[in-house]
């Protein structure tokens, strides 16, 4: 997903909001700039292959994706879907550069599978860089661009809750807040031309796009979604579960446990 420099910079008051000299605004507005022309989610991509691989709690993975790894349960009436997890620290993969970079994200949202119109999603990007590691909490309502809250600093080890809320097809909120430090950012969306059809409920970790190809994909350890629910009710029992499946390989091992966690784990 990508917009021109100069459309991100007229955008980027809406997302800075935090006040500051005029340089570091600039450096600001140049940094979500670059990001938006990079960072992109997209709707789940199905692999074909059926490898038969099974979780470590004996739940056969009947999905795999080049991009989700997770959970994701498929009705109607979604309206609300929340989580929480704590922060990893992500690192490179055996056998990854220290002057590479490596990404990866956890998000929750509604659609983005069987429905592919649109996503309502939330969550945070970790990034690693050699010793360096960084991270991004956003919001999105795809095919629109992901955007950074400001405000919400994260750190490894922090808990964070995301949820995002749909009140109608066109419209919803997006909520992240970091149960570490108190601080809680949201944004409202309004008058979306790309409606939801509230069909598809999710936990995600995703390897994401950067100038039209995936991420190099980051080591994040575990990411778990404990008090994981729809509707302020139901919680994941019966949902998808679905694991990144990559040149071959299995890089993910995920499941869900009990009625409200889904866990993930970087596995290669």
């Given at each position: 997903?990508?917009?021109p420099i100069?459309?991100?910079?007229?955008?980027?008051?809406?997302?800075?909001?935090?006040?500051?000299?005029?340089?570091?605004?600039?450096?600001?507005?140049d940094?979500?700039?670059?990001?938006?022309?990079?960072?992109?989610s997209?709707?789940?991509?199905?692999?074909?292959?059926?490898?038969?691989?099974?979780s470590?709690n004996?739940?056969?993975?009947?999905?795999?994706s080049?991009n989700?790894?997770?959970?994701?349960?498929?009705?109607?009436?979604?309206?609300?879907?929340?989580g929480?997890?704590?922060?990893?620290?992500?690192?490179?993969?055996?056998?990854?550069?220290?002057?590479?970079?490596?990404?990866?994200s956890?998000?929750?949202?509604?659609?983005?599978?069987?429905?592919?119109?649109?996503?309502?999603?939330?969550?945070?990007d970790?990034?690693?860089?050699?010793?360096?590691?960084?991270?991004?909490?956003?919001?999105?309502?795809?095919?629109?661009?992901?955007?950074?809250?400001?405000?919400i600093?994260?750190?490894?080890?922090?808990?964070?809750?995301?949820?995002v809320?749909?009140?109608?097809?066109?419209?919803?909120?997006?909520?992240?807040?970091?149960?570490?430090?108190?601080?809680?950012?949201?944004?409202?969306?309004?008058?979306?031309t790309?409606?939801?059809?509230e069909?598809?409920?999710?936990?995600?970790?995703?390897?994401f796009?950067?100038?039209?190809?995936?991420?190099?994909?980051?080591?994040?350890?575990?990411?778990q979604?404990?008090?994981?629910?729809?509707?302020?009710?139901?919680?994941?029992?019966?949902?998808?579960?679905i694991?990144?499946?990559?040149?071959?390989?299995?890089?993910?091992?995920?499941?869900?446990?009990?009625?409200?966690?889904?866990?993930?784990?970087?596995?290669?």
């Amino acid at each position: 997903m990508q917009i021109p420099i100069i459309a991100a910079l007229l955008c980027s008051n809406l997302v800075l909001g935090a006040p500051g000299t005029a340089a570091r605004r600039q450096r600001a507005a140049d940094r979500i700039a670059e990001r938006r022309l990079s960072r992109g989610s997209n709707t789940l991509q199905r692999v074909d292959t059926e490898l038969g691989v099974a979780s470590k709690n004996g739940t056969a993975h009947v999905e795999y994706s080049s991009n989700w790894a997770g959970a994701v349960l498929i009705g109607s009436g979604y309206k609300t879907v929340t989580g929480t997890f704590v922060v990893p620290t992500p690192k490179a993969p055996s056998g990854g550069s220290s002057s590479s970079t490596y990404s990866a994200s956890a998000w929750v949202g509604i659609d983005g599978d069987t429905c592919e119109t649109a996503i309502l999603q939330t969550g945070v990007d970790f990034t690693v860089r050699g010793s360096s590691v960084s991270y991004d909490a956003w919001y999105e309502w795809y095919p629109d661009y992901a955007y950074d809250f400001s405000g919400i600093p994260i750190k490894a080890g922090d808990t964070i809750t995301v949820t995002v809320t749909a009140s109608s097809k066109s419209a919803g909120t997006a909520t992240v807040e970091n149960k570490t430090t108190g601080k809680t950012v949201s944004h409202s969306f309004s008058g979306e031309t790309d409606a939801l059809c509230e069909t598809n409920a999710e936990w995600i970790v995703e390897d994401f796009e950067s100038g039209g190809s995936l991420v190099s994909f980051a080591d994040f350890g575990t990411v778990q979604f404990t008090d994981a629910s729809v509707n302020g009710g139901t919680g994941v029992s019966g949902a998808t579960i679905i694991d990144i499946q990559q040149n071959g390989r299995v890089l993910t091992d995920c499941s869900t446990s009990g009625s409200s966690t889904v866990v993930c784990e970087y596995t290669s």
